[in-house]
C-alpha cells in the first residue's frame, strides 16, 4: 500500500466517521430511533463505499468534501442493507461489525424501522447536498435508487436467498453478487464521475472499473469467509457454509477462487490504464480490496 493510499484512507474514514453522526443527530425524530441508527453507523465498518467515491474525486482533482453527502448517503444504505440482512428473516446473524446485531439490541421492530429510516434518509441529504447542482442531484437519486432497488441491490438479495441450497454455476453467482453487493460500489465509482465531472468516455471506463472492483470485493469476501480471522471480519467465519450459500471457493475450489480474484483484479486495473488513471488511487483501492485481511 502506497503511503499516500494509506493517509487517504486514514483521512477519508475519520471524515466519515466524524460526520456521519451529525447528519442522524440534526434528525427530529425519537431518541430511539436514532440510537439504533447511530448504533450501526457507528459499530466501525470499512468505508469502502465513500473512499472509492472520494477517490475518483481525488483522481480528477476535485475536492473531497464536495462528495461527502453522497457518500454518507451510501455509507447509510449500506448499513441499512447489513441491519436487515442480519435480521432472523434473512441471515439471523448475531454479530456484525464485532458488535451484536442490531435487532440483538433493539428489538426487531426498531431495527427494521432504523433500516428504513436509513434508507430514506439517504435520498434527503442528497437532494440537501450545498455543493451539488439540481441537475447533478436528479441524476444521482436516480443511479442510486436504481442501485438499491429491485434491479439492483434488493433483487440481488432475494436472488441470493432464492438461491441457497441450489447448485448455482459461476455465472449465476456473479449476476446474484453483480446485483447485491456490486452495484452500490459501482454507485461509488458513477457517482464520483458524476460530481467530477467526467467525461463521457471516462465514465464508461470507470463504470467498468467499478463493476469489476464489485466482483473483487466479493470474491474477497468469501476467501475471507473461510480463511479469515473472526475477530478482524468481525463476524463467525464459515457462516456461507452454514447458511448453505454458493461461494466462489465452494465451486472453484479455493486456488480457483483465487486465481479468479486475479483475473478480476487485472481486469479492474485496465480500463484505469486506458483513460490514463493507472497509479492513482483508485488503483490502489483495487490492490487493498484483493489484499485485505477484514
Ligand atoms: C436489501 C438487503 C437486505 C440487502 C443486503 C445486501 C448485502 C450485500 C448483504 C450482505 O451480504 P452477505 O450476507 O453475503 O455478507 P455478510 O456475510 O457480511 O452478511
Ligand atoms: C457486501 C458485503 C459483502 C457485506 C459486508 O460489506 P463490508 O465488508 O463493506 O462491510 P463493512 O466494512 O461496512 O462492515
Redo the contacts with the bound molecule.
Keep these: 500500500m502506497s503511503s499516500k493510499f494509506e493517509s487517504f484512507l486514514q483521512e477519508t474514514k475519520q471524515l466519515i466517521d466524524r460526520e456521519l453522526p451529525e447528519f442522524i443527530n440534526r434528525l427530529d425524530a425519537e431518541h430511539r430511533l436514532k440510537e439504533a441508527m447511530l448504533y450501526s453507523l457507528e459499530a466501525g465498518?470499512?468505508r469502502?463505499r465513500p473512499v472509492l467515491l472520494m477517490a475518483v474525486l481525488d483522481a480528477y482533482g476535485q475536492p473531497i468534501s464536495d462528495g461527502l453527502e453522497v457518500a454518507c448517503a451510501l455509507e447509510m444504505v449500506?448499513t441499512y442493507s447489513?441491519i436487515h440482512d442480519d435480521l432472523p428473516a434473512m441471515d439471523d446473524d448475531d454479530l456484525r461489525?464485532g458488535q451484536p446485531t442490531n435487532h440483538k439490541v433493539f428489538g426487531e421492530a426498531t431495527a427494521i424501522l432504523a433500516g428504513d429510516a436509513l434508507l430514506t434518509h439517504s435520498f434527503s441529504m442528497i437532494s440537501n447536498a450545498p455543493h451539488l447542482n439540481d441537475d447533478v442531484k436528479v441524476k444521482l437519486i436516480s443511479i442510486f435508487s436504481e442501485a438499491a432497488g429491485a434491479s439492483g441491490m434488493v433483487g440481488g438479495q432475494l436472488a441470493d436467498m432464492l438461491g441457497e441450497g441450489k447448485q448455482l454455476d459461476v455465472d449465476q453467482l456473479a449476476s446474484i453478487h453483480h446485483r447485491k453487493?456490486g452495484e452500490l460500489l459501482a454507485f461509488a465509482v458513477k457517482a464520483g464521475a458524476l460530481i467530477a465531472g467526467a467525461t463521457m468516455t471516462d465514465a464508461v471506463k470507470l463504470s467498468e472499473y467499478g463493476k469489476e472492483v464489485g466482483l473483487l470485493?466479493?470474491i474477497k469476501?468469501d476467501i475471507l469467509d473461510l480463511e479469515g480471522d473472526a475477530q478482524l471480519i468481525g463476524k463467525p467465519v464459515g457462516s456461507d457454509l452454514s447458511n448453505n450459500k454458493s461461494t466462489y471457493p465452494g465451486l472453484l475450489g479455493m486456488d480457483g477462487a483465487k486465481e479468479m480474484l486475479a483475473t478480476h483484479h487485472q481486469k479492474a486495473l485496465d480500463p484505469l490504464k486506458e483513460i490514463g488513471l493507472a497509479g492513482t488511487l483508485l488503483e490502489d483501492l483495487a490492490n487493498y480490496i484483493v489484499q485485505r485481511n477484514h
Design positions: 465498518g470499512k469502502v449500506h447489513l461489525r453487493t470485493f466479493q469476501d
